[in-house]
């Protein structure tokens, strides 16, 4: 019988009263749309990362598109992006008509890897789309080396690294552009949202044009006491700005991100502490060039030292009432991508073979300390039931 009696998600989002109170004074204040509070939100963002533009839209998933458009990305264009991902990093690329693809990941980061980049480079490359597992920053020296070489355009997908340092610096102010992700499940929550960061003026304006219909003013131009009526179409662009009511909870939630990773940061080193001696698991690592925002704990399953598979680990542990989730399936196991490319699983071995033994346990601020200890209780258990 499990020794917990009520069901603990792998994630929950954390809203206090000061998130609520920022909400609410948005909503009275008669401007619920882009306005004032997304304005904010993007020059606190930029600061926080250190970035000279951020540009506020409505999912990280419409940053990465604009990103890649706004760059001039498009049909006849190859962009270069990891197998191990959310689908959303390489959909936006077949979005902007371009062809994306796969470069195989460094096993012990999971992130992609530079080599691996290298020889999938052609005259028709124009951009690199790494993405920062679970906040653990790619090699970017290795990424960046390879973009100056051959003139590529480099979009970080940040959806899980807000607060992530590579090299002492800040994701969000190392290559031509970065998206993040303010998705329900992520580090810093505004319901859905998304960010660009850039220091390039020109891609921040025009991905500014693009989010609102590609028009040269945006609502809060035109309809307060100073605006004018007047706007034209430069671009035939897309519908993907943030609101207001998002920036009230995307200011509040950057207000106390600090303190709030410095949890995440505790429970992994809880974990860590836990599980590091256990032939069975492989912990996850944080390398000498990272700051690691915790976004994801992904444990490995060493499958040689058990008598299960990673499906039977997650069904122990649900039956221990610990939720937990896997990140990800590889992007080339997918129906559309197997069939649309022809891949073969053992086409990005590294990322298949890994994505058999993974599995992402519960890591949030919310957690009590009785819930921290009970999902190492729970893994535990399952691994020692299950040691072959
Ligand atoms: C969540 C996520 C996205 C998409 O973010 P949205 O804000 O939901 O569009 C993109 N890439 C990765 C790696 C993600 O985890």
């Known amino acids: 019988m499990a020794r917990r009696q009520e069901f603990l998600p792998y994630a929950l989002p954390l809203i206090e009263d000061d998130d609520i109170a920022g909400v ?52 006849g264009d190859e962009v270069i992006t990891t197998p191990f991902t959310f689908a959303a990093s390489a959909n ?52 960046l080396a390879l973009a100056r070489q051959h ?46 960061t850039t220091d390039d003026p020109g891609l921040a304006d025009k991905i500014r044009v693009l989010s609102l219909h590609g028009m040269s003013r945006n609502a809060w131009n035109r309809y307060t006491a100073s605006g004018s009526w007047f706007y034209e179409i430069l671009y035939p662009g897309y519908k993907y700005n943030m609101t207001d009511i998002q920036a009230a909870l995307g200011l509040s939630q950057l207000a106390k991100l600090e303190r709030l990773q410095a949890v995440r940061r505790g429970i992994a080193a809880q974990y860590n502490e836990a599980f590091g001696n256990m032939p069975e698991l492989e912990i996850p690592v944080e390398l000498d060039y990272a700051r690691h925002a915790w976004h994801l ?30 990140h990800f399936i590889p992007v080339h196991l997918h129906p559309y991508y197997r069939d649309t490319f022809g ?12 994505f058999e033994r993974i599995l992402s346990l519960p890591l949030y601020p919310r957690m009590s300390d009785q819930d921290r200890l009970d999902v190492i209780e729970a893994v535990k258990r399952v691994a020692e039931r299950s040691r072959s």
Not at 41 to 67: D, Q
Not at 297 to 318: C, G, P, S, W
């Open 92 to 143: 936006v690329i077949i979005h902007t008509g371009a062809t994306p693809v796969f470069a195989d990941i460094d096993p012990i980061t999971m992130n992609i890897d530079a080599e691996q980049i290298k020889a999938k480079l052609t005259s028709r490359t124009k951009a690199i789309v790494p993405v920062h597992i679970a906040g653990h920053p790619c090699d970017m020296d290795g990424i």
């Open 24 to 75: 609410v004074d948005s909503l009275k204040s008669d401007w619920i749309t882009k306005g004032p509070k997304t304005l904010e939100f993007e020059k606190e963002f930029a600061a926080y990362v250190g970035a000279k533009h951020a540009v506020a839209v409505n999912s990280c998933t419409a940053a990465l598109h604009l990103a890649l458009v706004a760059a001039g990305i498009g049909p």
């Open 297 to 326: 704990y992904v444990l490995k399953l060493n499958l040689a030292k058990l008598k299960t598979d990673r499906n039977q680990f997650i069904e122990e542990l649900k039956a221990e009432k610990i939720g937990t989730s896997v």
């Open 151 to 196: 003139n590529l355009f480099v979009l970080e997908d940040a959806a899980h690294a807000v607060y992530t340092q590579y090299k002492g610096r800040m994701i969000g102010s190392i290559s031509n552009a970065t998206a993040f992700s303010f998705y329900a499940t992520k580090n810093l929550v505004t319901g859905e949202g998304g960010m660009v």
């Open 343 to 354: 891949y073969q699983p053992g086409d990005f071995p590294r990322a298949a073979e890994t």
